[in-house]
């Protein structure tokens, strides 16, 4: 039976904009690697798939009231893998801001060094401001960057494959360490980038790490039609989420894929009590530590207007939000307005519902309450699994490794014990095979991802 | 009293070019980031100052004969910073194919998860084939690449300097987790990089990575006069590392810093025995298990010509050479046309000189010989220290370990314990404040690195 995935998706302090003030917190350790392989050990005893790490070649503004420096993940995950054995690490990288030999160098290390557990979130970068970092005067427009994530795909595939399996001999006594007619150049020249290879590492134990993606605009969604075998995604309610399912599960058929191999992975972020009070009433302490200057400042990245000096108790002013063509293709931007048209808020309880992840889906209740959810929508069609979101951490997690967990366990919804110790195997994908495996020595390589 | 500063500098299987065909090599082993952890926790334990990765964006050609792949440093070294608590950890990255931002990230994130251990070796890339892995045509020309490696640091200094060391604030009480009118954009606009920064993480433990330096042209020297605190370095015989020791430290002089805070730190790779007859013996045996096709090739690489078809034990055409202006500024063609003129070798014996460590100082010998000889480097003024490259891995440093390092220590050139637990604790270098620390609220920042 085809069962929940579930992913850590790790943010220091938490994901609740108030996490590193709350009392459960240490956001004295937020620095400290050992308080990430801990929270690693923990999702790993609780057989979860992967942890995931978010990333931004940028200082995102606005330090002053939150955790929002980066932890770089190649980096954070290579020490975490270090102390973990079997759960999966992926890392988001920008197709935007790095070099595709230097980022398939990085991943193809990371799969090295964990025997198999890399996983790799394609992102065009969404912070514009990441362009003045590399001499940009401006981010490159939208179409431009999935453009260039597209041949991207294509040339960090291809040095992926360019040692096939066997190229590696190691035969001691007969001086063979390689045999170099099974390393191939890529040699690719394409639009927008030119690479020769070979890459500079034996091929990696799964073949290629997962590729996963996390945009929802209609070019993020053609993109994840193409390339994703994971996808992560924001919905506030079961029926925008189906939608989306639906909508993306029949492009990734149209695009010859098998939508059984893609994963959609909305994000969920759940305050949980051991009654529904204790748990609204700790939601409720969350929002009392929020501070309206960032959370108005956070609202205008996702609405582009700044609703500083409205009566914070009055209503949102519907009317003079930009149009989504005004907008651009922001899909965050979306599920925003959603909001606001469902649930009418006033600008404090807009903001305070936007506080615990960004337009995530947040919800309190009991474990019991909490696992229904999970299962309405696992089994409703609108997710394979979850982007878990923890509040705060690391305690945030522990309720819902020790509380949750156990009950979508022994509904047979989620796995008792690994079954393997790749993050493919926990996903059930299957291992890519080289593209120039089936090369004859003079022949040409088939082309293609 | 000044003590010798001791890295081990790390090559899968060993620094011999034969070293995955000994019988005491673990080849099996060279993609398996335990070996290298065993490794790092062995040198940790005799008190070692670093270990040193180097590294390059391509494929070396000739894999066929000798474990010649990348293992890419960042991921490597944190893996093996999860792994240790003392040891530095030098990693080499590039000026040339690298972006100032993504480096200074890596290195920043490198150094928060050792908690102060990160060394860079900086390096303009010795390999041209890199340059079509990068989109280019050509390898960018020597002056041009030290040209930007100058303005990189400049940006990268910045980058670190960026976040005031008290620019972190956490007061969970009034909500402030950052003082951001201590991060600083860097506002760089130069000949060759603009970046605006600030970077996106809290200033590191040793406010910067340990600037390591190790090209040795005239570019090379100048550029380390500049910026090293540490420089490597080749040199066969005691008068040549004496005279770069004497030539680099008043360069440093006239640059107007401190020579003793530059540590000059020459290859040293050791073949030991208990006695000089059973050193020698090994050394033969790793002679007999090269293989020429390979030696050869890494000789045109050194000298810009085939020996290809000569008679082996015939003499090296020294006429047939090409003059050092003909081959640009490579600075280890030098030391090869050295040896020719010195020991006036057959080919075979040449080959057999390189095949040990690529041009570096080989020597064979009991453990007190090898002591002696590093003890007169040392006190002779030609070394502060060494980079230790053992012919095979992991034996090869045990054997060093055990029965070298006891002898240093007895004669008190080399720490019994550490000290502290920074690399430029290990060093004896100052911890650099930030240039933006003295910035007055509405003041100009000092340039300058
Ligand atoms: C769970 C999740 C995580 C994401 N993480 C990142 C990230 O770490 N870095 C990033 O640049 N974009 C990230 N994104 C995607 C950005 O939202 C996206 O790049 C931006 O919205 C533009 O893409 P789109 O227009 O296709 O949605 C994430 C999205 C989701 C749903
Ligand atoms: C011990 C040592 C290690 C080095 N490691 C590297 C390396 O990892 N990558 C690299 O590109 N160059 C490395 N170099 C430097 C190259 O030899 C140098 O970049 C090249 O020779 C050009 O610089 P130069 O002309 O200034 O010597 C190393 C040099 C020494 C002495």
Redesign the interface.
Known sequence: MTQLNLNLFVYPAGHHEAA??FRG?E??R??D?TYY?ELARRAEAATFDAVFFAD?????DN??????????P???L??????TSHIGLIATASTT???P??LA??F???D??SRGRAGWNIVTTGAP?AA????LDEHPAHGSRYARADEFVEVVTALWDSWEDDALV?D?EA??????TK?HPIDHSGER??????????RIPQGRPVYVQAGSSEDGKGFAARHAEAIFTAHQTLANARDFYADVKSRVKAAGRDPGLVKVLPGISPFIGSTEAEALALREEFNE?T?PEYSLHQLRHLLGIDLTGYDLDGPVPREELPTHEQRGYGSRFQVVVDIIDREQPTIRQLLHHLAGARGHWVTAGTPEQIADRMQEWFEGGAADGFNVMPPYLNGGFDVFADEVVPILRRRGLFRKEYDGSTLRSHYGLPRPASQYASRAPDGQAPTGT
């Not at 290579?78 to 102390?83: G, K, L, M, P, T």
Request: charged fraction near 15%; aromatic fraction near 12%; charge should be positive.
């Open positions: 590193w003030r917190a956001p004295h937020v620095l690697i392989q931004g070649p940028s200082l995102p330090v002053r009231y939150a955790s929002r420096f980066r932890l770089e190649f980096t954070w290579s020490a975490i893998a270090a102390a801001y790095l070099e030999y230097n160098r990085l193809a290390s990371l090295h060094l401001q003045q970092n590399f001499g190691i001691q001086g063979i360490f390689a045999d170099d390393i980038l030119r690479v020769r290879g070979p890459l500079n590492t034996p530590l501070q």
